[in-house]
């Protein structure tokens, strides 16, 4: 993985889908980002495209008033009127193949004005049905084709629905673009608290002879939510949290949390280990879904005084819909070193608060000398890194209480992110978005791992989709989810760590 200080070459961003919300909202303020930091190349331009037919101007006001609303850096107006000089604008329909003559002829006349050496990155952020269609016709124009420059593709997630689409996907996607011109977003994995996974195990002596099947009693994963599925409603039908979050964000953490030490730090490296790790997940049988997978969806209630929407109550939502808001799941890694950890993950919406941590669990020690403890839990150590909010790591140790006998207590030992120096913690577009400018993959997916995170999850898919005996359990807004999900955690008295919105309140009182 190369440094942040590196220099892009020129070039062009080609963003499809920019009338959309994702690039007023996070593509627009990251390259903004990067261009206050000084990380744009000097030849450097964006390109919107979609069928909303605005000038070049329209769409800098636009991009504008994103860039007001959603980047928290500070500039002065000429630095921001300087960047927005460098956005233009080509309305097309993108399903109709004859429109990408313009934009074949406005990248030429652009590359000519502006010196950016024929590299072109394409950014696909429309609906996910144009995927293997833009990148068809963009090799109808040639504009796949290395060798003037570098071309390359990203695309948004969805990748797929399942295997079969997925697969397809690939292969269409393997038909215009090679492997590594393809820039699979995973945006968890731009997250600067999911890099320092690797930092944390590989850069310490202290945490990698400890994290195996002989010291760590079980792992758990949790990314909850607070909101619901706001004007999303239409995407989220089609999708649910299985698809949304888990086959992807989730799966791509534990990755990350369970891989080998890979031999260096370079893209392949990399991507090999979490995909060995992908390869040894246990196939779920049916009895496991049934058993250790639980959906449930948020039901309408009362927070504080304010009424909370039932998910069938929202926006483009089947009154009868049966998606799920929330999953939690248990599964096991079958390999040497994972062998019998269970491994705990779940996510949701309209959860009491918005939290993503990585908690580690330690065996208890093999004899315990001091009296009892109070709950299991108490007993292990835990190691919680926090991905967001709050960001930082907590390690949970006990102690001895000052005073007669031998009194057992547990206390933290924390570290903040806001602690440090330098708190400014990118956003994670800034990173992918500044990875692929540098052809830099490590932090994108690659297509044999997305292949065999929906290998996983088809088991569960298929179970959903023939058993209608599943429960789909409903849990009231603002809650953590159905309680039946504490039935899946394996052990006397363990249950899911309920985290608060600040990373050291627990216990007694948490602020939500
Ligand atoms: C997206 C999902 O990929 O991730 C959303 O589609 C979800 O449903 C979002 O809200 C969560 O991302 P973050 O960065 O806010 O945790």
Same mark, same amino acid.
């Given at each position: 993985?190369?440094?942040?200080?590196?220099?892009?070459?020129?070039?062009?961003?080609?963003?499809?889908?920019? &009338? $959309?919300?994702?690039? @007023? +909202?996070?593509? %627009?303020?990251?390259? !903004?980002?990067?261009? *206050? /930091?000084?990380?744009?190349?000097?030849?450097?331009?964006?390109?919107?495209?979609?069928?909303?037919?605005?000038?070049?101007?329209?769409?800098?006001?636009?991009?504008?008033?994103?860039?007001?609303?959603?980047?928290?850096?500070?500039?002065?107006?000429?630095?921001?009127?300087?960047?927005?000089?460098?956005?233009?604008?080509?309305?097309?329909?993108?399903?109709?193949?004859?429109?990408?003559?313009?934009?074949?002829?406005?990248?030429?006349?652009?590359?000519?004005?502006?010196?950016?050496?024929?590299?072109?990155?394409?950014?696909?952020?429309?609906?996910?049905?144009?995927?293997?269609?833009?990148?068809?016709?963009?090799?109808?124009?040639?504009?796949?084709? &290395? $060798?003037?420059?570098? @071309? +390359?593709?990203? %695309?948004?997630?969805? !990748?797929?629905?399942? *295997? /079969?689409?997925?697969?397809?996907?690939?292969?269409?996607?393997?038909?215009?673009?090679?492997?590594?011109?393809?820039?699979?977003?995973?945006?968890?994995?731009?997250?600067?608290?999911?890099?320092?996974?690797?930092?944390?195990?590989?850069?310490?002596?202290?945490?990698?002879?400890?994290?195996?099947?002989?010291?760590?009693?079980?792992?758990?994963?949790?990314?909850?939510?607070?909101?619901?599925?706001?004007?999303?409603?239409?995407?989220?039908?089609?999708?649910?949290?299985?698809?949304?979050?888990?086959?992807?964000?989730?799966?791509?953490?534990?990755?990350?949390?369970?891989?080998?030490?890979?031999?260096?730090?370079?893209?392949?490296?990399?991507?090999?280990?979490?995909?060995?790790?992908?390869?040894?997940?246990?196939?779920?049988?049916?009895?496991?879904? *049934? /058993?250790?997978?639980?959906?449930?969806?948020?039901?309408?209630?009362?927070?504080?005084?304010?009424?909370?929407?039932?998910?069938?109550?929202?926006?483009?939502?089947?009154?009868?819909?049966?998606?799920?808001?929330?999953?939690?799941?248990?599964?096991?890694?079958?390999?040497?070193?994972?062998?019998?950890?269970?491994?705990?993950?779940?996510?949701?919406?309209?959860?009491?608060?918005?939290?993503?941590?990585?908690?580690?669990?330690?065996?208890?020690?093999?004899?315990?000398?001091?009296?009892?403890?109070?709950?299991?839990?108490?007993?292990?150590?835990?190691?919680?890194?926090?991905?967001?909010?709050?960001?930082?790591?907590?390690?949970?140790?006990?102690?001895?209480?000052?005073?007669?006998?031998?009194?057992?207590?547990?206390?933290?030992?924390?570290?903040?992110?806001?602690?440090?120096?330098?708190?400014?913690?990118?956003?994670?577009?800034?990173?992918?978005?500044?990875?692929?400018?540098?052809?830099?993959?490590?932090?994108?997916?690659?297509?044999?791992?997305?292949?065999?995170?929906?290998?996983?999850?088809?088991?569960?898919?298929?179970?959903?989709?023939?058993?209608?005996?599943?429960?789909?359990?409903?849990?009231?807004?603002?809650?953590?989810?159905?309680?039946?999900?504490?039935?899946?955690?394996?052990?006397?008295?363990?249950?899911?760590?309920?985290?608060?919105?600040?990373?050291?309140?627990?216990?007694?009182?948490?602020?939500?």
């Amino acid at each position: 993985m190369k440094e942040n200080i590196e220099r892009a070459s020129g070039h062009i961003l080609i963003i499809f889908g920019a &009338s $959309g919300d994702l690039t @007023r +909202r996070k593509l %627009i303020p990251a390259l !903004f980002n990067l261009f *206050l /930091k000084d990380l744009l190349p000097e030849k450097f331009a964006v390109l919107g495209v979609s069928r909303t037919e605005i000038s070049d101007d329209v769409f800098r006001t636009k991009m504008s008033e994103g860039i007001k609303v959603h980047s928290d850096a500070e500039y002065e107006e000429e630095k921001l009127d300087n960047f927005l000089r460098k956005l233009y604008y080509t309305p097309i329909d993108t399903s109709y193949g004859d429109d990408y003559v313009k934009i074949k002829d406005r990248l030429h006349k652009l590359n000519n004005d502006l010196n950016t050496g024929s590299n072109y990155i394409f950014y696909l952020s429309t609906p996910p049905s144009l995927y293997p269609i833009i990148p068809m016709y963009l090799s109808k124009q040639d504009l796949n084709k &290395s $060798g003037t420059g570098f @071309r +390359r593709l990203i %695309i948004e997630k969805p !990748f797929g629905y399942d *295997l /079969k689409t997925a697969a397809e996907l690939n292969n269409k996607l393997l038909e215009y673009f090679s492997e590594d011109q393809l820039y699979r977003i995973d945006h968890y994995l731009g997250k600067e608290t999911v890099q320092n996974v690797l930092v944390t195990r590989f850069s310490n002596g202290i945490f990698e002879p400890l994290w195996n099947s002989k010291y760590v009693h079980h792992v758990e994963i949790t990314s909850a939510e607070s909101i619901g599925v706001e004007n999303r409603g239409g995407y989220f039908e089609g999708s649910g949290t299985l698809r949304d979050m888990i086959q992807n964000h989730l799966m791509q953490m534990v990755g990350l949390v369970a891989m080998e030490p890979p031999s260096s730090f370079d893209s392949n490296a990399i991507r090999n280990e979490t995909m060995k790790v992908f390869q040894s997940l246990r196939k779920l049988s049916p009895e496991d879904v *049934l /058993k250790n997978v639980i959906r449930g969806q948020y039901i309408n209630s009362s927070v504080r005084g304010e009424k909370m929407k039932g998910y069938r109550e929202e926006k483009d939502v089947d009154p009868n819909s049966r998606t799920e808001t929330f999953v939690a799941l248990k599964f096991y890694i079958d390999n040497w070193r994972w062998g019998g950890v269970p491994f705990y993950i779940r996510s949701g919406k309209r959860l009491p608060t918005r939290v993503t941590e990585i908690v580690i669990h330690f065996n208890k020690t093999p004899h315990w000398l001091f009296g009892h403890y109070q709950t299991a839990a108490e007993a292990n150590n835990q190691l919680v890194i926090r991905i967001q909010p709050d960001e930082g790591m907590l390690l949970k140790f006990a102690m001895k209480v000052p005073g007669q006998g031998f009194q057992v207590h547990n206390v933290n030992m924390d570290f903040h992110y806001s602690d440090l120096k330098n708190t400014y913690v990118p956003d994670a577009y800034e990173r992918l978005l500044l990875d692929c400018m540098l052809g830099d993959p490590t932090l994108y997916t690659r297509g044999d791992a997305v292949e065999e995170l929906w290998k996983f999850m088809g088991p569960i898919q298929e179970a959903w989709e023939k058993n209608s005996d599943i429960p789909l359990y409903g849990y009231p807004s603002g809650s953590w989810g159905p309680d039946v999900a504490d039935n899946i955690v394996e052990g006397e008295q363990l249950t899911w760590r309920y985290p608060c919105k600040n990373l050291s309140d627990d216990g007694l009182y948490c602020e939500l």
